[in-house]
């Protein structure tokens, strides 16, 4: 039998890849020989880059951008294991020395 999970994160409490492995674990006591297969999914919110990034086997890049007011904030990006999308997440979203798009 092949179980397929695929839930989306419990705001600030747990993401989708850690919802999906309490799901998987409470499921391999009653079908211990399951194949199972754990899809983390996202509405657009939070956790969805981090869903992408785990569905695809990517990579989360931590970085320091430049917020609304100026100040430093950690935040990172996301790359697809294949390398074709890159997806931001947290603080302004500009690195330090960039230029906000269509400044002057």
Partial sequence: MKIVIA???WKESLSALEVASAIEQGFREIYPDAEYVKLP????????????V???GGLLVP???TGPL??????FYGLSGDRQWRLYRNGGGQRPG???AGAA
């Fill in 63 to 65: 970085l320091t951008v």
């Fill in 98 to 100: 960039e230029r906000p």
């Fill in 7 to 9: 839930p989306d994160s």
């Fill in 70 to 75: 100026g100040e430093p904030v950690e935040a």
């Fill in 41 to 52: 999914v996202a509405d657009g919110g939070e956790g969805t880059v981090e869903a992408m």
């Fill in 54 to 56: 785990a569905a695809t």
